[in-house]
């Protein structure tokens, strides 16, 4: 190789070299902010807040109750006012005359709309409380009665219909027919007329599906008592220990003729306050764990985009190992020439 030759060939390699550590610089830099990419996401995943589940012994409660002779009151507010005073309702239950839901039945309609008739067999359901000589006259109970009897009959079919409205609200007429106990007598069986006209029947107009019967008996009557003033006495632990009930606000700002009652607390988990914080934190769960498979997805590819710039800069450091070996090489050929060059000036 000659003196020319050798110096373009020299100038080619550093060129060569020059544009691989060019090469190289920029892989590093890319390489610099892939890292501070994947370090941002680190710390976006140490600064995330892992949700815990909620402790049942968080949303436990402490219900208050009294008794007044057969009856059981449940507090279900007290509300603090001034002067030591606080606004209270309670629940109060006692055990009296109620009406209760007793089985299906299948109701045949009869007549055109819209005014049907009903019936469970053979027997007409009438409206409760109407006295008419239709009804006086076809009812297999009301039939048998004489006058007095007939009409204390219809005076006790007034005190059902009460119950029910008091129960189920009065936005309903309620129907009635008597059935035979096993001992022969009769008793009173009531039907609602909006579930029975909202059944569906078949083309002989008979429902598809059961309509509820309801029937008269003994059972637990709950009264919503509110608004009513009292004062409470507590005791070390801060719990209600004692209660008094004013009949008025007046009686009980001047702390006169209160009615005394004995507190009984009993702690109660609040499972739908519990429930509900559970759902929260299912969704929190839910939520955390899709972002930490997202921030995992992005840094998985920051590290294989990495994994490929440094194979790329193992390859350009080969090329530059290289062209450092070739240029190494050059040079000698170069000083040869040079010497040879000056052996023959000086011959």
């Known amino acids: 190789m000659g003196m020319s030759a050798s110096q373009a060939r020299f100038l080619s390699l550093t060129a060569r070299k020059t544009n691989t550590e060019y090469e190289g610089q920029q892989i590093n830099q890319q390489r610099t902010t892939l890292s501070n990419e994947s370090a941002n996401y680190y710390s976006q995943l140490a600064s995330m807040t892992v949700p815990t589940p909620p402790s049942s012994s968080d949303y436990c409660k402490i219900t208050y109750s009294f008794e007044d002779g057969t009856e059981n009151n449940t507090i279900t507010s007290l509300i603090a006012q001034p002067g030591g005073i606080y606004l209270m309702n309670y629940l109060q239950e006692t055990v009296g005359e109620t009406i209760n839901a007793n089985g299906n039945v299948i109701v045949t309609r009869n007549g055109d709309a819209p005014n049907y008739t009903y019936a469970i067999g053979a ?27 007939y009409e204390d009959a219809i005076a006790l079919e007034s005190k059902y219909l009460e119950i029910l409205h008091n129960k189920y609200g009065n936005t309903t007429n309620w129907l009635v027919r008597y059935q035979k106990d096993g001992n022969g007598s009769y008793y009173p069986v009531f039907y609602n007329q909006k579930e029975i006209e909202a059944a569906n029947y078949t083309d002989n107009n008979m429902s598809t599906s059961g309509i509820k019967s309801y029937v008269y008996g003994q059972g637990t009557v709950t009264k919503d008592i509110r608004n009513k003033y009292a004062r409470v006495e507590q005791d070390t632990s801060g ?26 607390a009993k702690t109660t988990a609040d499972d739908a306050a519990y429930n509900d ?71």
């Not at 719990?239 to 004995?262: F, L």
């Open 123 to 149: 027997t007409t359901l009438y409206n409760l409380t109407s006295n008419t000589p239709d009804r006086r006259e076809k009812d297999p109970y009301l039939s048998t009665l004489n006058e007095g009897d």
């Open 239 to 264: 719990r209600y220990t004692t209660i008094i009930i004013y009949n008025s606000q007046d009686d009980c700002e001047k702390n006169e003729d209160g009615i005394t009652y004995k507190l009984t």
């Open 277 to 347: 914080a559970m759902n929260k934190y299912y969704f929190d769960k839910a939520q955390y764990d899709k972002k930490i498979q997202e921030v995992n997805a992005k840094i998985e590819i920051i590290q294989v985009q990495d994994k490929n710039l440094e194979l790329k800069l193992k390859q350009l450091d080969t090329e530059e190992n290289a062209i450092n070996t070739e240029m190494e090489a050059v040079k000698k050929v170069i000083q040869k020439n040079v010497e040879s060059s000056f052996k023959t000036f000086n011959a």
